[in-house]
Every structure is written in C-alpha cells, then in structure tokens.
C-alpha cells in the first residue's frame, strides 16, 4: 500500500448540515443501509474464517472477495469467512476496523451503477503488530486456504535461474526468527511447519497475481524458503501442499477522496475506503486443493485442470494492451484509457495489435471465444464510468512489460510474425522512461528501478541499446539486430513525428 492510495480520514468529512442522512458504515447501522445500497443478510457472526488473504488492497475487496461474500450471501456455505492480513502498512487496518470490516463495492458501467456492502471479512490483522496472532491464525484448522496478491516481484524469483532468491534481510531475521517473520513466505512456511508437527493438513496456497503460471511461482518462494531452513520441511510441502494457478481479471481503479465522498452522496454510507470497480468479473483457478475446495463455482468461478491457456488470453491481451496504451496514451497528454480509445488512432492500433500479432499466437482456452473476449475488452477499456487512470496502467513497467508483453514480441520474432505493433509498444515505454511527454510536461514513472532505467533511457535517447542490456528485463533480445533496428526507429518516429502520427502509420503499414 503506497501513500497515494491512502484516503484521507478526516473527523468530520462531510457537512452534516448539507448531507444530513449520510451515516457511518459498522455492524450496527447495517440494515439502515439496506434501503439504498444491498447489504449483507447473512448472520456474520457464524461466519467461519477459512480463508487468510495477505495483502488486502482494492482489487482483493473488489474480485475474490465478493465471490466469498456471494457464497455466504447464497447460504451456499458460512464455512469460507476471509481474515485479511498486512505487511507493510496498518491503513487499511485504520480504515476497515472501525467499520467492523465492512465495506462498499460500487460497480459502475455507462448504463449507472450499483452497490453493495461486502461482509465476509470477519478480521484484520497487520501482521508486524501481532506476528503472534497471525501465526497462531494460519495453525488453526479452520484456515484451509492462503490467498496472496503481492505483485510478482514479491514472490523474490531470480529471473536469470528461476529459483527463490534468499538473498535479503527480512529472509535473513525470518530464518533466524521464525516466531517473528517480517515477509509473507516467513510466516507460510512457519505456519506450515506448526501444522506438520501438529499433525494438522495444510492449507492450500493460491496466488492471485498477474503472473505467468502464479501457482508455480508461489510454490518455488515457498519451497524455496522452506528449503532454507529445513530440507525435511520443504519436502513435505512439496508433497502435501497444493498451489493452483489462479486467473483472475477485474478493473479496479484506485479510489479517489472526491470517489469516497460521492459515494457518500448518493448512498448515503460514509466508508472509510470504498472500492470502485467495473461489472465484469472473471476468476479461473486449476482444480487442486489440498483442504477442502471452497464452493466457488456455484457462484461464477470457473474451476480447470490447468489454467495456462487463460492466463495466456488475459495476460497477453488485455494486461499487454493496457502496457501499451498506458505509454503510448500517456505520452499523447492522455489521462485515463476511456479517453485513450475515445481517440479513434488508440481504439484501431489496440484492436489490430490483438487482432494481427497476438491472437495468432495464442491457444484458444477450452470454452472461450476469443472474438467475444477480445470485443468485450474493447468495451471494457471504453467504459468512461470507470475512466481508469493511466499512471496505474503505467506502474512497475519493468514488471509488467517481461511478463504481459515481451513473451508474445519473442514468439512473434522466433515465428517470424509480424510484431511492428509489439515494438511500438516497447518503444513506447523506453520513450516514456524519460519521463516526459511529447509535449514536455512530467509524466510519472513509478517503478522500483527507476532510477537505473530512466538513466539508461535519457543516455540512449532513440538508441535502446542501453536500456536492451538490462537482461533481467530483456533477455537476449538486445542481440537481435533486426529487432533493435524497428525499436530504434519507432524511437526516432516518436521523437519526430509525435505519437499519433508514429500509431497511424504503424496500424495502416503492413506489419512486416
């Protein structure tokens, strides 16, 4: 949780005397609420934690949240109630537990929008507060499943051998206090090693990042960690514990002080930290727990034997388009993706870099049209109610661009297929490096090696050669001249034609 993302709480947030019938949001003025916005009906209190999320943020309370919440709402089952943990910073603790973990989804669309009040979270820890409670709640034997969303940075896997990276401080206190972890995989692997010696079944671990294969991911952190202190423990998680590799997709801006306090006016609810969201929702997960598989399927969530063949379609379609039109839009003065495909240049370059370079490389996904996925994700990133801002497309480019976008540009050049929209995509980042638009105005770059890669942008200039050579982004495709060549001279369009002019000619050229 970044200090942007914190809401400001005020005492007395709005006039009473202009908005007399707005009250606080707890356990106790629940069905007050009821006649403006849908509120949990289900009794809370029978709720059954089963489920310890780490991380909770506004995608979390916006996407697998609300499938729990639906599964207790239903009367399905009270057995998968969800206790959020923290690790870095106490504000979403400051703003739920006043408001005894309750909190409004608005879902909103070009047709209007609707609310509901989410129930299902029964607690909140922030774990550096109370190490203790958080271990003492993943030993329980009610928890029967570890849920993450901790970016794909935060899983530490070397990129040059793909193999857990130990390498770090909080590893280091973790290994030596194991009662007192600081990191996510310090308190899994403790929390497991309790349960084994207990004789208790573990929990199954299911990572909701936006990764290649995030299960896999999730368990070579886990194992990897494990190894590091016990080889007999990291043998038995490899064995019993299940990490399924999860799909899901949702857009979920962050949410605005001016966002919480329209809520408020029209609801009537005044929420701490409201989430606002679109209404699509998807969430696929491979079929493999290991305590009990929560209902989630009588309630939209699609269960599969292996999910690689959707993350490939979201990932590559809808989080590399939203790579390219962040930068591109950005460096146009653009300000959210609405107003990006509003710009008939934008809408036609995003339509045909899905339709002519990526679709072609792509598996179709058992029950998937893709024609249908790809128009309702031109849709989707049209929807002006949701009008997504473009510097959170922007954020962690170094993440983003080797995972959603560089995997299809190296099939493209390995297939020899066309891939000039791909470049242009890249070069679209590496101009954005700079951190500037066309017009000259700041844009911001916020990434977590910054630093080095906006000064090896500002040394090339139009030869990304420099910035090629950070080979735990790019690999060898630096050695690829023909390829260097079409990113330098997408550079050089950029420079001297402006962004529009360098999108039109690239979307009407032959891809070749």
């Given at each position: ?9 005020p ?9 007399p019938?707005i ?48 599964v ?5 089952s ?26 409004t ?6 047709d209007?929008?609707r ?35 901790i ?82 423990l ?15 997709d ?30 699509f ?78 679709t ?85 770059v ?46 050089e369009?950029?420079?001297r ?16």
């Amino acid at each position: 949780m970044t200090q942007a993302e914190i809401l400001p709480l005020p005492a007395a947030p709005f006039p009473a005397a202009a908005l007399p019938e707005i009250r606080p949001l707890t356990q106790a003025t629940l069905r007050s609420h009821g006649e403006q916005l849908t509120v949990p009906t289900y009794d809370r209190d029978a709720l059954i934690p089963a489920v310890v999320h780490f991380s909770v943020g506004g995608f979390h309370r916006a996407h697998q949240l609300l499938y729990f919440d639906e599964v207790a709402e239903r009367r399905i089952s009270a057995g998968w109630g969800v206790v959020g943990v923290g690790l870095h910073s106490r504000t979403m603790k400051d703003a739920l537990a006043p408001q005894d973990h309750l909190y409004t989804v608005v879902e909103r669309s070009p047709d209007g929008e609707r609310a509901r009040v989410v129930g299902v979270m029964v607690d909140y820890h922030f774990a550096p507060d109370a190490p203790g409670r958080v271990l003492d709640l993943l030993t329980h034997p009610d928890t029967r499943m570890v849920s993450l969303t901790i970016t794909g940075s935060g899983y530490r896997i070397a990129p040059a051998t793909g193999t857990f990276d130990g390498d770090d401080e909080d590893i280091a206190w973790d290994l030596a206090h194991p009662d007192r972890p600081r990191t996510v995989f310090g308190f899994i692997v403790e929390a497991l090693d309790r349960r084994r010696r207990a004789g208790l079944p573990p929990f199954t671990v299911v990572s909701c990042d936006n990764m290649h294969r995030n299960g896999d991911a999730a368990r070579t952190a886990v194992v990897g960690f494990a190894r590091l202190r016990n080889e007999v423990l990291a043998r038995w998680i490899t064995d019993r514990v299940s990490f399924p590799s999860s799909m899901v997709d949702r857009i979920t801006p962050h949410t605005t002080p001016g966002e919480r306090e329209a809520v408020a006016r029209r609801y009537g609810v005044d929420d701490r930290w409201p989430v606002i969201t679109e209404p699509f929702s998807q969430w696929v997960i491979e079929d493999d727990f290991c305590n009990g598989r929560p209902p989630l399927d009588q309630v939209g969530v699609r269960f599969v034997a292996d999910v690689g063949r959707y993350e490939l379609m979201k990932t590559r379609l809808l989080n590399a388009s939203h790579c390219a039109l962040g930068y591109l839009g950005s460096l146009a003065g653009l300000p959210s993706l609405d107003l990006v495909m509003a710009d008939p240049v934008f809408a036609g370059y995003a339509t045909r870099l899905m339709d002519a370079e990526v679709t072609p490389l792509l598996p179709p996904p058992p029950g998937i049209d893709l024609g249908d996925y790809k128009r309702t994700l031109l849709r989707r990133f049209a929807n002006p109610a949701i009008a997504d801002g473009l510097p959170r497309l922007c954020r962690r480019g170094s993440t983003k661009i080797p995972h959603h976008l560089l995997p299809s540009l190296r099939e493209a050049l390995d297939q020899d297929r066309p891939h000039r929209l791909l470049t242009l995509a890249v070069a679209g980042w590496l101009r954005y490096l700079r951190g500037t638009d066309e017009a000259g105005r700041p844009v911001p770059v916020d990434d977590p090696h910054a630093e080095l890669l906006q000064g090896l942008a500002r040394q090339g200039g139009t030869d990304p050669r420099p910035v090629l050579g950070v080979g735990s982004i790019f690999g060898d495709l630096g050695e690829r001249p023909g390829f260097v060549a079409g990113l330098r001279d997408a550079l050089e369009r950029l420079d001297r034609d402006g962004v529009r002019a360098t999108v039109t000619a690239a979307t009407g050229a032959s891809l070749r």
